[in-house]
Structure formats: structure tokens, C-alpha cells
């Protein structure tokens, strides 16, 4: 090989070692920086791709990104490159510095990315590649990037993405470079959405699968102890993963892709394997009780490949102590140890005289501090000092009472020789093992003391030696008898002489020292910043209360002790009825246990969900129950012009949760059938709360099938008495008639016995008793409880009818549509034609309008408009969400004339997603 393809790694000197490369280092900061760097994610489509050897956590270069889904924004799909290939494995991801998956590169379950805030869903979807040069990024897994691609954009006034040919689907490979793809969700509710923008993805990697020639049975290097034969050079697959710098130092210089590209006769294997058994041999027992195995020098790189293949090599020589020699045509690799004499200098063998040159001081320091990246602490950057001056940990170094400096008297001393503080600071970027880089700062600081040189020409007998070899030095004009040195360069001269440079040569800093153990610190922050604490202990009840206006509602209490957590903002309380779009509510932070009503709930199932939020907008996880609501039927128990229902129950099929005790129950479209088993029947309502003085009628619609015993009489039940049929009972005379349906009203005003109790009291629940005995059975159409009072104009779709009995309208009609599925467009959801008299004053129309929601998929988009003979009257054109907005409506049309006038309801979804029935209500009104 020519040499001028030598001078290329090493220079215009036959070798480089560590200790060059230390001075040609960049400056400790900007080094320091570089190393935190490879924690980032970056975006880019043209950035150097690094190569990892050994293990270590990265972040990688975004190189596609994109947002689809079935919905706007709904999924956001990248792909993060994060080394050259092939690598062993890449696992343990983390998303913004929360785990998401294990060592084995499993989902971690449970965990903010997973069961997010307990919707059982995954949030995130990933897939790893480790840089096959055959890979198809496109054909495996759940083809994540195949996916966002070929998702086709809705039919809408914007667009998610343009869909890709099959063409580029095919070529996006990411061949030969390890990378993740993830397919990110955010949800809609942000209760359930566990991100805040663009979250910063890192991996472990276990770097590159290098060659070993000692595992090559074709080898002059193949070591046969090492149980593996199978390595070969031209063989990627055969390879295995290691984190010995001198295997990765060689993969280094020999790959074409990244490295220098080294023909493989060029390297010395047999050198290079003889160093990779040395540094696997370095096993230490790194501090007073540790382990005796600890593997002192691991190569765990990030290696920059826009940096010059010269300054990596020498980040490689600076982390392992090496030499690379370029000998006899090929390249070596030596790692400075403890050494045996390869040679005796004396004045026999000096060509001239011999030049000697003492320490520098800008060579001279009392102190090294390495700056590294520390696994411990998952690579983040970490520092180890030598001698540490707050340490009394002993060292090798002896003092004058005959013991061993510590430390901090170490350092003491020498700062009184040099008379200052003298710091070198050392960036090892590949080293992540806090006892190597405290031994390396031990060894920087020990070499630069004893750092005499030595110039000198010596005859041909010393051709054989070698940069890093061992030799003493005898010359009586410094007075050395057989002093050591090393070699730390070599030339070869045209007259076959040899020019050497020695340097001063202690073997006994090589001893590894024990150093203190490693105490690894608390992080500040010990639990996921985002990951809110829970309320617990949720309990619900349900009742009816009157309000202020005297109308009558449900209501559900919700009761919870407070999250133990400081910052909580609020609660959200959200009351889903069973088919119902949810109701999301706020309640204020409190200690201790929290109450909350809810009121004016429908009838049903609902299920109660709690959650803490905090100042930042985060979610804690849920907790939930259920509760049946019984609400009373007022609409549906309108009982002549002048009656009005405070609260009723009409008994279609439901008992509305009445209980019964000498009775049974037989459930019937339109009444409940009740039949006696023993003496004095009752039937009990559920609770509620009512004001007696607003209510003191109850009616009730009955039919007698069988007896002729009676009672007929209500008690009730308030927070001062319970059911008392003695002391407070309402008693009236039978006026039933078999098999004939009768209307019976009992006055709570006054009372048989108890007097104005009712009237002064808030009304709990009540108790009938209609028969006797056995044998006295009865029909219950309804029963409602309310007052005497004037009519109600209220136009509700419950009491239409009733309106129109009484006069208050002189017609109504209504009309169920179709269930619709949305399309985009307009469509006609229920149609009403009517005939509007002609009166002296006009009329007007009220149109009420009702939509049942049906929707999948999450929220569903939608608008209106109501016409009148084509023309629209009323119009919602900008699109509302389906769960929450104006699910019911009405519009007064005073505009009509007289004659047949038809109305229509139209209504426009977004997609075939959601569907709903229109209900629609036209009333006449005189003006």
C-alpha cells in the first residue's frame, strides 16, 4: 500500500494514539453539547445518519411525518431514523421521556401511551426496523407508513393528504438503516388525549453487529476457546453485536458506507484480536464490595459521520487508550497497559546525542475533569473528577508518613507544588461507565507529571520496536540507569537508523484504583409530570326536586373524596345517559369529600365519570358508577285544562321503580296490574323531593279487576317522619267500579290525620293503599301529584295534545322521519303538510323540531334548515358538533296565510359516519 494512503488516518507520522488525539480535541463545551444531542429528535431529510456501536439511547432524525385518520388531525405517522445499519435491536422507546416500551421492545401496558386515563385503546402504534439492507418498510407489521399514505382524503372543503402512487409507497424502504415508525393518536376529547404537540421519540439501540476475526475459522486471528467459527468478513448476517472498542474501531475503518473503507488485508487482525482480548480482560472490581467482573472499557458509541473519519478515529483511540501503528503495510491496535521491556537502550545503540525535555506547564495539571455520558442516569451527561479535592478516597500515591494520599490531600499537594489550580477538562463521548472515566482521569493527570521526553537516533537493532512498546533508557549525562519509557513515535530514516520519541514511563498507573461506588441521585422529577392523581370513592344517588319555578326535575348527586394532588385546577363531572351524547360538568377543587348535583336528568341508565384537572390542562385517570334514574312523567300526565303535574308516573311497561309489599306486579303496555297476597297491600314510590305547599293534589287513574275491600288511603314520608299510615295519612271513600276505569284524587291540603304536615313539608316518596285483602286487585294507568292552576301554553312535544284537548291550539300535527345517514348534503328529514284556518287575527305556526342522535365513530359534524313550501324559514348553514349543539329546537312563523302550508326539516352530516331521526311538530296558534 502506498504511503500516502497511510498519512490519510495517521497523519504524516506512522501511527496515532490517544494521547494526540486528547489535544486535537474540541473544546470541552462544544463536545458536551454534541453528546446531550443525540438525546433530540430532529427533522430533517439530508442529515448525516450516525452509527452506534455498543448500546445507547438516541433520538434520531424525523424523516417523514404526516397527519390522516378518518378525521381531521386524528393520527399523526412518522419515521425516525436512528443509526446506519444493521443493528442487534432497538427497544426501551421512550415518548417524551415516558417508557413506552420495554427491553424486549414490548408495549408497556397500562401506561399513559396505552390505557390512557382508562379508555382501553392504544394511543400509539409502532413499528422497529434494525437496517437490513433488504428491509420494506412498507410490507411489515401493521404498515404503518403504508397506512397514513394510502388514507384517502373525505369529500370536504379540505383535505388530510394527497394519496401516494404505489410507486412511492414501494421505493420508501429506509433500506439499510434502523429506524421507527409510529402512528400516533390524538383524541378528540381532551380529557383522553395524553399529547401536547409534536412528542420527542428516543430508543436504546443496541448498535452494529461488527466482525470478529477471532470467531473466523478462516482466520489467522480464529480463536477457537471463544466457542464461534462461523464469522465471516463478506458475510454481514454472520456478525455479531459487541461493545469492544477494538471490533468497533475495525468495523470503523473498514466499512465503505461510513468508515473509511479499509480493504481487509490492510488491517492486522491478529494485533487487533490480541487488543480485543486484552480489553475484554480488563475485569476490575470497581469499588470496595462491588462486583470482581465489572468490564472496565465499553465501547458505547454515537459516532458522527459528518465529522472526519480522522477526528472519529482518534474519539475511539482517546476512549480506550489505544495506538494505531501503521506497520510493515498494515494497520495495528494497541492499548496502553502495563507492559513488559522490550528493549534495552544504552549509549551503544544512540546515533549523536540524546535531547530531553521536561513537562510543560500548559501540559501540567493537578486535576481532570472527563465529562461522559452516563448510562447510570440513561446517558445523560455526567462528570468524574481526579483527584477529586472533596474526596477521601485512598490512591496508589504515598505519603511522606508512610501511608497513601487521599484524594483530597493529592490534590492539596499538588496544587501547593504548582502553585495554582491547574484543570484539564476531557470529553469521552463513547465511554458511558462512570469507574472508566474516573480511572481515565486518574491516568490523564498521573501522565501529565510524569511526562518527560526523550529525543534520540538509534541504530538499525531498534527497527523492530514499536509506538506503545516499553523500553528503558541508560545515559550518564541525565544519570539514568535503565530508566522506562515509552514509545510514542517512530521513524524510520533513509540511512537505516531510527528515530524514536520516548516519553516517561510509569507502570504502576495502570493499576486500576478503586473508586467510591456510583450513588445514583433521585430524578427531580420521580413520576410522569402529567400523569394527574385521581379522585376516589364515588358514590351516586338520584331523587326529584322541585325548583325554583315550581317545575319538577331529576337530579343525580355525585359524592367523592378529592384527589391528593396540589395541582388540581378542577373537576369535570360527565353524566352519560345510556344513548344519550354525554353532559360534561364543572366542580370547583375542595379538600376532603366533594358533593355535586346534577339535576335535570332524563329517565335511564347514566353513568357518572370523574376526573381531576390540573392547571396544565392535564387528565387524571377516571373513575365512574351507574345509576338508574326514575324522573316522573309530566308531560305525559296532563289531567283536564286547569290540573297541572308537578311529578307523575304513567306505568307503560315500567314500574318506575315503585316497590311493593303484599303485592305483586304484572307490567302491561299503558298500566301496571297489581294483585294483593296478604292483608293491608301497599306500594311505595321512589325517592324524590316536592314541596307539598306547590303540590297538594294526587290523582291517580285506577281500574278495580277483582274485591271489594277498600283502604284508600297515602301516606308519605319527609326528612322529619317516615311513612306513617297512623299520624299522617290522606284517606278518601271508595268509588271503584269493577273492570271501569276511574280517576281518584286524594286533597294533601288537609289531612285525615296530621293536618297541614303536607303543606308544611318537602315530600319525600309516598305510599298508596287502595285494597283490604287478598283479593282486592287493581289497574294503574298513572299518578301524578300537582296543583289546580291555569292552563299551560308551554309547547313541548310531550303536551300537544293536551294543548290541542283543551282548546289552547286548534291543531297539531307531527311527523317521525327516517333515520337519515349523512352524506354532505341536504336532505329532507320529516315532512308536515297542515291546513291553517283562516281567523279575524291571523294565525301563527310553531314548529318544533327534534333530532334523535344516532353517530359512530366519534363526534359527528351537521346543519339545518326549515322550510316552509321550499322556502327556508330557518337555517344553521355552519356545521355544529352532533353530541352537543341544538339537538332540539323551535321557530314561531307568524308569517303564514291561510290554506295548505307544508313543512319541512332538512338536515346535512358530514359522512356516512352519523345518523339521526328527525321528529318534527307543527302547532296552529291564534294571534
Not at 13 to 23: D, I, V
Not at 354 to 360: D, F, T
Request: charged residues 20%; proline residues 4%.
Amino acid at each position: 500500500m502506498a504511503w500516502w494512503v497511510a498519512a490519510l488516518i495517521v497523519g504524516a507520522t506512522a501511527y496515532y494514539s490517544y494521547t494526540e488525539a486528547k489535544k486535537a480535541q474540541k473544546k470541552a463545551k462544544e463536545a458536551s453539547e454534541a453528546a446531550a444531542g443525540v438525546l433530540i429528535t430532529d427533522e430533517s431529510t439530508n442529515a448525516a445518519i450516525p452509527v452506534i456501536y455498543g448500546k445507547r439511547r438516541v433520538g434520531g432524525t424525523r424523516v417523514y411525518m404526516t397527519t390522516s385518520g378518518d378525521k381531521r388531525h386524528k393520527y399523526l405517522y412518522m419515521a425516525i431514523v436512528l443509526a446506519e445499519g444493521m443493528v442487534e435491536k432497538i427497544s426501551n422507546i421512550e415518548i417524551d421521556n415516558i417508557p413506552y416500551t420495554d427491553d424486549d421492545n414490548n408495549v408497556i401496558q397500562n401506561n399513559r401511551w396505552t390505557n390512557y386515563y382508562g379508555e382501553g385503546d392504544r394511543h400509539v402504534y409502532h413499528e422497529t426496523f434494525v437496517g437490513n439492507d433488504s428491509q420494506a418498510i412498507t410490507s411489515n407489521g401493521i404498515n404503518i407508513i403504508k397506512e397514513s399514505m394510502r388514507t384517502e382524503a373525505p369529500e370536504k372543503d379540505w383535505a388530510w393528504i394527497e394519496v401516494a402512487t404505489q410507486e412511492q409507497i414501494d421505493n420508501f424502504t429506509l433500506s439499510g438503516l434502523a429506524a421507527i415508525c409510529l402512528r400516533l393518536e390524538w383524541h378528540y376529547d381532551p380529557a383522553k388525549n395524553p399529547f401536547q404537540g409534536v412528542p420527542n421519540i428516543t430508543a436504546l439501540v443496541h448498535g452494529k453487529r461488527v466482525y470478529d476475526p477471532r470467531k473466523d475459522s478462516t482466520n489467522a486471528a480464529y480463536d477457537a476457546s471463544l466457542g464461534v467459527s462461523n464469522h465471516r468478513q463478506t458475510n454481514v448476517h454472520s456478525w455479531e453485536w459487541s461493545d469492544n472498542y477494538a471490533l468497533c474501531l475495525r468495523d470503523y475503518m473498514t466499512a465503505e458506507r461510513y468508515g473509511k473503507g479499509l480493504a481487509g488485508d490492510v488491517v492486522d487482525d491478529v494485533a487487533i484480536a490480541q487488543t480485543a482480548t486484552d480489553l475484554d480482560s480488563f475485569k476490575v472490581t470497581p469499588y470496595s464490595g462491588g462486583p470482581s467482573n465489572h468490564q472496565l472499557f465499553k465501547c458505547n458509541a454515537v459516532v458522527d459521520t459528518n465529522e472526519k473519519i480522522f477526528d472519529n478515529i482518534g474519539e475511539f483511540l482517546l476512549n480506550c487508550r489505544g495506538y494505531i501503528p501503521y506497520i510493515n503495510g498494515s494497520y495495528s491496535l494497541f492499548v496502553d497497559q502495563a507492559s513488559a521491556n522490550q528493549f534495552d537502550i544504552t549509549p551503544d545503540h544512540i546515533v549523536g546525542g540524546i535531547r530531553i525535555v521536561g513537562p510543560k506547564k500548559e501540559d501540567k495539571f493537578n486535576q481532570i475533569s472527563v465529562t461522559f455520558p452516563d448510562e447510570a442516569t440513561d446517558y445523560q451527561t455526567n462528570s468524574a473528577v481526579w483527584p477529586d479535592p472533596a474526596s477521601d478516597n485512598p490512591t496508589s500515591i504515598a505519603n511522606p508518613a508512610g501511608g497513601l494520599y487521599t484524594e483530597a490531600e493529592l490534590s492539596q499537594v499538588w496544587q501547593d507544588a504548582d502553585g495554582e489550580l491547574l484543570v484539564d477538562e476531557v470529553d469521552l463521548n463513547m465511554t458511558t461507565d462512570i469507574y472508566q472515566a474516573k480511572d481515565m482521569a486518574r491516568i490523564f493527570a498521573l501522565r501529565s507529571r510524569d511526562a518527560v521526553k526523550v529525543s534520540l537516533t538509534c541504530t538499525a537493532e531498534l527497527m523492530d520496536v514499536a509506538p506503545a512498546d516499553v523500553v528503558t533508557l541508560t545515559h550518564p549525562t541525565p544519570g539514568w540507569s535503565a530508566k522506562p519509557f515509552q514509545v510514542e513515535n517512530y521513524t524510520l530514516n533513509d540511512e537505516g537508523t531510527v528515530a524514536l520519541q520516548l516519553i516517561e514511563y510509569n507502570e504502576s498507573i495502570y493499576t486500576y484504583d478503586p473508586a467510591p461506588e456510583q450513588i445514583i441521585p433521585n430524578p427531580v422529577i420521580t413520576a410522569d409530570p402529567v400523569e394527574i392523581e385521581s379522585p376516589s370513592g364515588l358514590t351516586l344517588s338520584t331523587g326529584i326536586t322541585t325548583l325554583d319555578d315550581g317545575t319538577t326535575v331529576a337530579y343525580i348527586d355525585a359524592s367523592f373524596t378529592a384527589a391528593d394532588d396540589n395541582s388540581v385546577s378542577n373537576y369535570v363531572i360527565i353524566d352519560t345517559p345510556n344513548g344519550v351524547p354525554p353532559a360534561i360538568h364543572t366542580v370547583e377543587p375542595d379538600t376532603g369529600v366533594i358533593n355535586a348535583r346534577i339535576t335535570g336528568v332524563i329517565s335511564g341508565e347514566h353513568t357518572i365519570t370523574v376526573q381531576a384537572v390540573s392547571y396544565s390542562g392535564f387528565y387524571s385517570r377516571a373513575i365512574s358508577d351507574t345509576i338508574t334514574v326514575q324522573t316522573a312523567q309530566v308531560s305525559q300526565v296532563v289531567i283536564q285544562g286547569q290540573f297541572q303535574s308537578m311529578i307523575g308516573w304513567t306505568f307503560d311497561n315500567a314500574d318506575h321503580g315503585f316497590t311493593e309489599t303484599n303485592l305483586t306486579e304484572a307490567l302491561n303496555p299503558n298500566f301496571i296490574a297489581l294483585t294483593a297476597t296478604g292483608l293491608t297491600p301497599y306500594w311505595q314510590s321512589h325517592n324524590f323531593n316536592l314541596s307539598g305547599a306547590s303540590a297538594p293534589l294526587i290523582r291517580a287513574k285506577v281500574r278495580r279487576t277483582a274485591g271489594a275491600g277498600w283502604v284508600g288511603s297515602i301516606t308519605y314520608k319527609t326528612s322529619g317522619h317516615s311513612f306513617d299510615p297512623v299520624n299522617y295519612v290522606e284517606t278518601i271513600p271508595d268509588t271503584t267500579i269493577v273492570d271501569q276505569w276511574v280517576i281518584l284524587e286524594w286533597d294533601m291540603s288537609s289531612l285525615t290525620e296530621g293536618g297541614t304536615d303536607w303543606a308544611d313539608s318537602t315530600i319525600e316518596a309516598i305510599e298508596l293503599r287502595l285494597g283490604a285483602d287478598v283479593g282486592d286487585d287493581f289497574d294503574i294507568e298513572w299518578i301524578s301529584i300537582g296543583r289546580l292552576g291555569a292552563a299551560t301554553t308551554q309547547l313541548t312535544p310531550g303536551n300537544l295534545d293536551a294543548l290541542i284537548a283543551d282548546g289552547t291550539l286548534s291543531a297539531a300535527e307531527y311527523n317521525v322521519g327516517a333515520k337519515l345517514t349523512g352524506n354532505g348534503t341536504f336532505e329532507v328529514g320529516a315532512s308536515v303538510t297542515i291546513n291553517v284556518p283562516d281567523l279575524a287575527n291571523g294565525c301563527a305556526v310553531a314548529v318544533w323540531w327534534e333530532i334523535e342522535q344516532g353517530y359512530q365513530g366519534g363526534t359527528g359534524w351537521w346543519s339545518y334548515q326549515l322550510k316552509r313550501d321550499g322556502n327556508a324559514i330557518d337555517s344553521r348553514p355552519d356545521y355544529m358538533v352532533l353530541e352537543t349543539d341544538q339537538a332540539t329546537g323551535i321557530h314561531l312563523d307568524e308569517e303564514v296565510t291561510a290554506g295548505l302550508k307544508n313543512y319541512t326539516f332538512e338536515w346535512r352530516g358530514d359522512s356516512a359516519n352519523i345518523s339521526a331521526t328527525c321528529t318534527l311538530f307543527i302547532s296552529i296558534l291564534p294571534k
